[in-house]
C-alpha cells in the first residue's frame, strides 16, 4: 500500500531539498573552482619566481637571488651535484614531490624547475599549509550548507502554509457546508486565481447538484401522489366487491389476492419514497415494528404462489424482536426474500425463524453456490434454480434498505442438504 503524504508535506520536502541540494552544488562549484584558480595563480608564480632566480644568476654571477623566493635553489652545470637526483632529471615546469622531513613529518611541495643558459633554478614551495586552509574552508562550506538547508526548511515551513492557507479555506467552507446543510457561493470568498477557480467551479457543481436533487425530490412528490391515487381506488373498490353478498368464493378469492397485490404494491412505493428521501437527509425512525407480525403477514400474502406444490411454510418465533423502522421497509424486504424462497423450492418446506436479534428465512430448495450468495444482492443480478429466473432488483433493493437502517442482509447455501439461508441481521 503506497503511503499517502498531505500536499504540505510534500511541498516542503520538495522545497527543503530543493535548497539543500542547490547549496551542496554551489559549495562543490565553488571549491573546485577556488581550487583550480588557485593551483593555476600558484603554479604560474612559482614558474616566473624560476625564470626570474635563472635570469638573476646569470646577470649577476655570485649576487644573492632569494630576496623574492620562499625557497630557492640556483644551480650551475658545476654545482648541479648539490641538487637532489629526483630533482635534475626534471623538465622545465612545476611538479608535485612529496618528502618527509627529519621529524618524520611528510609534506606536499611544488617544485619549479627552469633551464636556461647553463644554469638551473629549482623554487620549492610547501603548499601543506595550504591544504589545511582548504580543510578548514571546507568544514566552513559544509556548516553553511547544513545552515541554508535548515534556512529553506523554515521558508518552506511558512511558504506551505501561506500558499496552502486558501486550500485550506476552502476545504473548511465546504465542511461547514455539509454541516449546516446549506451551501453557499464560495467563489466571492477567494481570489481569482486557481482557488478562486476551483471554488467557481464547485458552486456551479453544487449549482447543477441542487437543480438536480430539486428535481427529484418534486418528482418524487408527483410520483408518490399519482400511484398512490389509483392504488388507494384499487383497495376501496375490493373491499366495497368483497361485501357483495352474491359472491362465489372463486371471485372471493380473487378479490382478495388483487387486494394483497395491491397492498404489497403501496409497500413498495412507501419504502422506494423512504428510500429516495432518507439517501438524502438520513433514515426515518420513530416507528416500532413488530419483527413476527410483519413475517406473519407476508407469509399468507405469498401463499398464493405455493399453487398444488407440495409445499409447507411456517413461522417460528424463539424471541420476540422490535426494530426501531417502518413496517413498509421491513414487508418489502421479507416480501422479496420469502417469495424467491416460496419460488424456487419445488417441495419440502420453509421456515421463517426469528430469534434474537435476527430473522431467518430457511428453504429446502436447489441452494446457490457459496460465491454467488453476495452477486445476488447486486443490480441487474438474477438468480438461477428451479422456476426460472429470480428478481434482478428486487434483492438489490433489500440490501439498500438494509443498509440504510443499518442491518446486515445475507444468503449462504445449506450444510445439512439442499436450500439456502436468508438473513436479516438488525443493528
Not at 240 to 262: F, H, M, N, W
Request: aromatic content about 6%; glycine content about 8%; some cysteine.
Amino acid at each position: 500500500m503506497r503511503s499517502r503524504r498531505k500536499l504540505r508535506f510534500r511541498l516542503v520536502v520538495s522545497f527543503a531539498l530543493f535548497g539543500f541540494g542547490l547549496s551542496a552544488l554551489f559549495a562543490i562549484a565553488a571549491l573546485n573552482i577556488r581550487g583550480r584558480v588557485e593551483d593555476q595563480l600558484v603554479n604560474a608564480s612559482l614558474l616566473d619566481d624560476a625564470h626570474w632566480a635563472n635570469q638573476q644568476a646569470h646577470d649577476h654571477p655570485g649576487t644573492p637571488s632569494g630576496s623574492r623566493l620562499l625557497t630557492g635553489t640556483v644551480l650551475s652545470d658545476r654545482t648541479l651535484y648539490k641538487a637532489p637526483l629526483s630533482w635534475q632529471n626534471l623538465p622545465n615546469g612545476v611538479h608535485d614531490i612529496f618528502e618527509t622531513d627529519e621529524e618524520g613529518q611528510r609534506h606536499h611541495y611544488k617544485l619549479a624547475v627552469y633551464h636556461e643558459n647553463g644554469i638551473i633554478s629549482f623554487i620549492r614551495y610547501d603548499v601543506s599549509r595550504e591544504e589545511l586552509g582548504k580543510q578548514q574552508l571546507l568544514v566552513s562550506v559544509i556548516g553553511a550548507v547544513f545552515v541554508f538547508g535548515l534556512l529553506s526548511l523554515a521558508l518552506g515551513l511558512w511558504l506551505s502554509r501561506k500558499v496552502l492557507k486558501p486550500v485550506s479555506d476552502l476545504a473548511r467552507r465546504l465542511r461547514d457546508f455539509r454541516k449546516n446543510g446549506k451551501a453557499e457561493l464560495l467563489a466571492p470568498h477567494f481570489a481569482d486565481d486557481e482557488v478562486g477557480e476551483l471554488a467557481l467551479a464547485l458552486d456551479e457543481y453544487a449549482q447543477r447538484l441542487t437543480a438536480m436533487v430539486e428535481r427529484d425530490r418534486e418528482f418524487n412528490s408527483d410520483v408518490s401522489h399519482e400511484l398512490r391515487t389509483p392504488l388507494a381506488v384499487i383497495a376501496s373498490t375490493t373491499e366495497l366487491l368483497q361485501g357483495s353478498p352474491d359472491l362465489t368464493d372463486k371471485l372471493r378469492e380473487r378479490l382478495k389476492r388483487i387486494e394483497r397485490a395491491s397492498r404489497q404494491a403501496t409497500e413498495l412505493i412507501e419504502a422506494l419514497l423512504l428510500l429516495s428521501r432518507a439517501e438524502r437527509r438520513g433514515p426515518t425512525r420513530g416507528e416500532t415494528t413488530d419483527v413476527a407480525k410483519v413475517a406473519a403477514d407476508v407469509i399468507e400474502s405469498q401463499r398464493p404462489q405455493m399453487r398444488d406444490k407440495p409445499l409447507g411454510v411456517e413461522l417460528m418465533v424463539k424471541q420476540s424482536v422490535s426494530i426501531n423502522a417502518p413496517a413498509s421497509v421491513l414487508s418489502v424486504a421479507l416480501t422479496n426474500l420469502i417469495g424467491n424462497a416460496i419460488k424456487y423450492t419445488m417441495e419440502g418446506m420453509v421456515t421463517v425463524e426469528v430469534s434474537a436479534n435476527r430473522i431467518e428465512v430457511i428453504d429446502t430448495g436447489p441452494g446457490i453456490k457459496p460465491e454467488d450468495a453476495e452477486r445476488l444482492f447486486q443490480r441487474g443480478v438474477r438468480g438461477e434454480g428451479a422456476g426460472g429466473s429470480g428478481a434482478g432488483l428486487g434483492l438489490a433493493i433489500v440490501r439498500r434498505l438494509c443498509e440504510l437502517y443499518g442491518w446486515d442482509v445475507s444468503m449462504r447455501p445449506r450444510t445439512d442438504t439442499n436450500g439456502a439461508i436468508a438473513s436479516i441481521v438488525f443493528g
